[in-house]
């Protein structure tokens, strides 16, 4: 496999952080950016900006964790912190990313029966088989660039804006200057962007991968090993990083705008789900716009599934010191694949039940932030420590926008409990 830390190519220097940041535009999100776009129109589009560089800051600093130790996040936890606190804490994010498979495996399914009508079912479980078939069955570096394909589905979002009318003005005016409300259901909506952007699961699966890289690429080695290779390595991930969550914030920001000037315009502010909001924009914005919109669903819920189920496989994995990653022969990681099947499968089955899919995802957002703030805050510590990153300490302004990271999802998870009582 070339590597594409000497790649000249653009894309090809392109990998984890994409991958990542698309992912992060779940059908889960989708349905969060819809529900804020819906209900306050313009007025969350900050919440874009501010998220941008926080998610920038952690992602890269766990990447690159993962390629300075040639280990994943879960392993670094396991070796310097108590392995019953860590296996709780895979616990808990294994069972969040159940429950958000649970809702994007509905949300594909519930897509395919609007583009093409027939059992949303069938749709669902269909996808969830083919997801898990691809992961154990087809080689890493052979699905690796489907993913990468798959993120392209998420420019259907921002072909979605320029078939409707968008009052730009407006837009960079509440970008700007955005009137900020104080009741309990807007601060809701600020931690509901903020947790659905800022997730545990993509710290997991980036580290991961990273990690999984130095094992596939014959000329890489872990950077305390091979101290050459740090300037080519940070450079890359910078770049991939950056570019991964600049992607996915625009398309965060897109759907916003759909949602405000569609169905906020309209008075359509009650929206649930992101196949709803899909259905919502038919009549008021044509069908191409439509099927743009649940086309996008179905791609990036294809994208966000190996992820959610890959980084949950990789954290108990590495935890319990299974052999783990993609690349790996079934027969040779037995255990790490059939985590990632009954995951998936496991999700695929809660969809079936009738459980109301805002309520899942609410008891999701509350497990993320039991787990997020804690986590960063180890996950900082451990990036601080000569044992674990040798002689590659985190950059001033890397480790600044860690911390303001941490500490913004610190403040959205004392919001979030102090507005579900109210």
């Not at 809702?103 to 083919?130: E, F, H, K, N, T």
């Not at 890397?398 to 999802?409: D, E």
Request: net charge positive; charged share 10%; hydrophobic share 55%.
């Amino acid at each position: 496999m070339e590597d594409s830390e000497q790649s000249t190519g653009f894309f090809g220097r392109l990998g984890a952080g994409l991958i990542t940041g698309a992912a992060d535009d779940d059908p889960s999100g989708i349905a969060t950016y819809s529900q804020v776009g819906a209900s306050y129109g313009y007025g969350m589009l900050w919440t874009v900006l501010l998220a941008l560089p926080l998610m920038i800051g952690i992602q890269t600093v766990c990447a690159r964790m993962g390629r300075v130790t040639g280990r994943g996040l879960a392993h670094n936890l396991n070796s310097e912190l108590p392995q019953w606190l860590v296996l709780g804490t895979v616990t808990l994010l294994l069972l969040a990313n159940v429950i958000n498979l649970s809702a994007d495996i509905g949300a594909i399914g519930a897509s395919v029966q609007l583009l093409v009508s027939g059992p949303a079912p069938l749709y669902a479980a269909m996808a969830a088989v083919l997801s898990v078939a691809l992961q154990v069955f087809v080689p890493f570096e052979r699905y690796s660039p489907v993913l990468k394909l798959l993120t392209l589905s998420l420019f259907a979002y921002v072909a979605t804006v320029l078939v409707v009318h968008v009052p730009w003005s407006e837009v960079l005016q509440r970008m700007v200057w955005p009137h900020v409300h104080f009741g309990a259901k807007y601060a809701v909506g600020v931690v509901a962007v903020l947790g659905t952007t800022i997730s545990p699961y993509l710290f997991f699966w980036q580290s991961s991968q990273e990690a999984q890289e130095v094992r596939m690429i014959a000329r890489r080695r872990p950077l305390r090993k091979a101290p050459k290779q740090a300037e080519a390595a940070f450079s890359r991930i910078n770049q991939d990083t950056a570019i991964g969550m600049l992607f996915s914030e625009i398309v965060a920001f897109f759907i916003i705008v759909t949602a405000a000037a569609v169905l906020h315009a309209h008075g359509k502010t009650d929206i649930q789900t992101s196949a709803q909001a899909a259905t919502a924009l038919k009549p008021l914005a044509g069908k191409f716009a439509f099927l743009l919109f649940a086309g996008g669903i179905v791609g990036t819920g294809m994208l966000a599934i190996p992820v959610l189920a890959g980084s949950g496989a990789f954290a108990l994995g590495e935890v319990l010191k299974w052999r783990t990653g993609l690349e790996a022969k079934p027969s040779a990681a037995k255990w790490f694949y059939a985590t990632i099947a009954v995951a998936t499968l496991g999700g695929m089955a809660l969809s079936f039940l009738p459980i109301d899919p805002i309520k899942m995802l609410f008891w999701s957002a509350v497990i993320n932030g039991v787990v997020a703030v804690p986590l960063m805050v180890v996950i900082m510590w451990l990036a601080s420590r000569p044992k674990v990153m040798g002689k590659f300490p985190l950059p001033i302004w890397l480790k600044s926008l860690g911390w303001i990271a941490t500490a913004a999802m610190a403040a959205a998870a004392v919001g979030m409990f102090v507005t579900i009582g109210k």
